[in-house]
């Protein structure tokens, strides 16, 4: 591997290029996923000025007092809305709750759609208004960029670009900014964030306010995984996994803590987890199932993997 552990890809090169770059593009990110199940991406439209300010108003969300912020934590909502205090979640196969505690924001549903009666509402922020809100306008441009991406995925694979188009379209996706406190003893033996797969489709992640997310390779290293500026890092998920028969990568990642003199620095971290309609059906594409490749996965929904997901890792009951 080179200095750099994932491959870098120009979206703009597949949003506004010619038909040879457009292909370029398919063929490098299919490539990424199938090999790493990591990419970097830049020229990804998400506006800096947008992801800065969230930034911001995140990190004055996380300093109000632990009473303040308990006040966003909504009993019953597994977490997807709201505030979630430190210690609750884990790895599916830890018992240890990871370091850290977050905030989520979900689909503000366009149009007429019966979704609406499912999704719960945004919870808003009394004390700093613009945390949420600008979220949302975050999620927006991140929904944007992800639909690009998977119509590149959706070309790789043959199954026509427009194949995720409506599956995403007021998609049950989560922005999640995830804050992980100055470590102030030693860690009983939880890290900031345990190793871990995600369950979504694909990750998008802006950079971290701090290092530590490492990538497992193949050859079972870790690697660091360091973005540059203005770029983004996506990775691929269980459900595309699951939907491709294990031909694109859902790829084993952690965060880990850093070292000890850094022990006072905080973390702020903010993936959007891009998720379909829960009707959307998971069973393996019969192109990506062959004699090779037997089929590894049973018929499943977004919606019931989702469910199975959130009991595994603690988020519910």
Not at 271 to 276: C, E, K, R, T
């Amino acid at each position: 591997m080179s200095k750099r552990a994932i491959p870098l890809v120009d979206l703009s090169k597949f949003t506004g290029g010619s038909a040879e770059e457009k292909a370029g593009f398919v063929e490098a990110l299919g490539k990424a996923f199938h090999e790493i199940g990591f990419v970097g991406v830049v020229n990804h439209g998400i506006s800096k000025e947008l992801i800065d300010r969230f930034y911001d108003a995140a990190k004055r969300f996380f300093a109000l007092p632990e009473a303040v912020k308990r006040k966003y934590e909504i009993e019953g909502m597994a977490g997807q809305r709201g505030y979630t205090s430190f210690g609750k979640e884990h790895a599916k196969q830890s018992k240890v709750a990871d370091l850290k505690e977050f905030f989520q924001i979900g689909q503000e549903v366009e149009g007429e759609d019966l979704v609406r009666e499912v999704y719960p509402d945004n919870v808003q922020v009394e004390e700093i208004p613009e945390f949420p809100q600008l979220g949302i306008r975050l999620y927006k441009a991140f929904e944007k960029a992800g639909a690009e991406l998977l119509r590149a995925i959706a070309i790789h694979l043959e199954i026509g670009s427009g194949y995720f188009d409506d599956k995403i379209h007021n998609g049950n996706s989560i922005l999640r900014a995830i804050h992980y406190p100055p470590i102030t003893q030693e860690p009983a033996s939880a890290i900031r964030a345990e190793q871990h797969e995600d369950i979504n489709l694909i990750t998008l992640l802006v950079g971290a306010s701090a290092g530590g997310l490492q990538l497992l390779t193949k050859d079972d290293e870790w690697v660091a995984i360091m973005p540059e500026e203005n770029e983004i890092v996506i990775n691929v998920g269980d459900m595309l996994q699951r939907l491709t028969n294990n031909y694109l990568k859902s790829t084993t990642h952690r965060v880990v803590n850093p070292p000890r003199e850094e022990w006072h620095m905080p973390r702020l971290s903010i993936p959007f987890f891009l998720h379909p309609r829960s009707e959307m059906a998971l069973d393996c594409l019969p192109q990506c199932v062959s004699e090779n490749t037997p089929l590894a996965y049973e018929p499943i929904t977004a919606g019931e993997y989702l469910d199975e997901r959130l009991r595994e890792i603690g988020l519910k009951k």
